[in-house]
């Protein structure tokens, strides 16, 4: 069974935030859901990213396949709006990044190995919600730069950017102004300060940088555009964005053992380079987020 849940559907407190965030309507395929997953279906969600949405496919169909009842909420908006709604059991799982999850949860957290901050986010999470088994697919944030920008000012990795970055403007969601592994970090660790941050759509980032309404963009390292369009992602040595496993988040009482096994046996195959094949399909190829990750499932033999 595979349910898309309408907005008519959501209780206020979901309406209220996903206006702060969503996109995109939620669609209905099949019928309306109720809220939470009382009955015994598993609610999944996505940030408003492609990848994001993907990823929340390919773990929704790989929970279908075992013959768990799923229902997606799509595009939700950022961690700041669906955190809690996982909290609440409005949703029952989320596609998730360690590192970026461990931040939210506690802004003084240290980076880590994938191992140490799995530990920290179980450490930090509140009762009824944990994290399942950590993808070695890894996405990080980045702070990204165009060709003629890195040459122009001799940039390699962030720490360059001091001395330089108060001549230039970032683009970015408007939640990594205020992100610890964003600009906040920065400032901190490597003294970089931009003369401008621009709040813009994760969508248009791009696009504005390759036409120099930006000069620097907060743009996913898995980004099938950073290749496609040469652009430069700058290291981090101090490893201000820490790990970024695709982990899934859940709210412990509406899993149970089949979905988790489904969930992690995806976890268990997902790699960087297929992610980034996956967004290249969706981003640049314009096809459909379901389609592609029912092909990636097949591939992997979890269909």
Same mark, same amino acid.
């Given at each position: 069974? &595979? ?7 959501? #209780? !206020? ?8 965030? /969503?996109?995109? %309507? ?23 990213? #492609?990848?994001?949405?993907? !990823? ?9 396949? &075992? ?15 669906? +955190? ?19 931040? +939210?949860?506690?802004?003084?957290? %240290? ?12 450490? /930090? ?39 330089? /970055? ?7 969601? #408007? ?39 930006? $000069? ?7 980004? %099938? ?8 992602? !700058? ?12 982990? %899934?988040?859940?709210?412990?009482? $509406? ?49």
């Amino acid at each position: 069974m &595979r349910n898309r849940l309408t907005l008519a559907v959501l #209780p !206020l407190s979901v309406l209220m935030l996903s206006a702060c965030g /969503a996109d995109d %309507p939620y669609e209905e395929e099949d019928g309306g859901g109720g809220e939470g997953s009382g009955d015994g279906t598993v609610v999944i969600g996505s940030a408003d990213f #492609p990848e994001s949405t993907v !990823l929340a496919e390919v773990y929704g169909r790989a929970m279908e396949a &075992r013959g768990v009842d799923v229902e997606y909420q799509l595009n939700i908006g950022s961690r700041e709006v669906y +955190y809690s709604q996982v909290e609440e059991g409005n949703l029952s799982v989320f596609p998730e990044y360690n590192g970026a999850i461990l931040a +939210y949860l506690d802004d003084d957290a %240290p980076s880590g190995s994938p191992e140490e901050t799995n530990a920290a986010v179980e450490e /930090a999470l509140p009762e009824g919600l944990e994290t399942l088994e950590s993808s070695e697919a890894e996405n990080k944030d980045s702070v990204t730069v165009t060709e003629e920008v890195a040459r122009e000012h001799d940039l390699e990795t962030l720490a360059d950017l001091e001395g330089v /970055a108060e001549d230039l403007v970032l683009g970015g969601p #408007p939640e990594f102004e205020t992100r610890h592994q964003g600009v906040v970090g920065l400032e901190e660790v490597y003294g970089v300060e931009f003369g401008e941050f621009r709040s813009l759509e994760v969508a248009l980032l791009a696009q504005a940088l390759q036409d120099g309404d930006i $000069q620097a963009a907060n743009l996913f390292t898995t980004d %099938p555009q950073v290749a496609v369009e040469g652009f430069v992602a !700058l290291e981090d040595p101090e490893n201000v964005f820490g790990a970024q496993n695709i982990t %899934p988040l859940v709210n412990s009482e $509406q899993v149970d053992d089949t979905a988790r096994e489904a969930l992690n046996a995806v976890s268990a195959e997902l790699t960087t380079e297929d992610v980034t094949a996956l967004n290249e399909r969706v981003v640049i190829d314009n096809e459909n987020a379901a389609d592609v990750a029912q092909d990636w499932l097949a591939e992997a033999g979890l269909d």
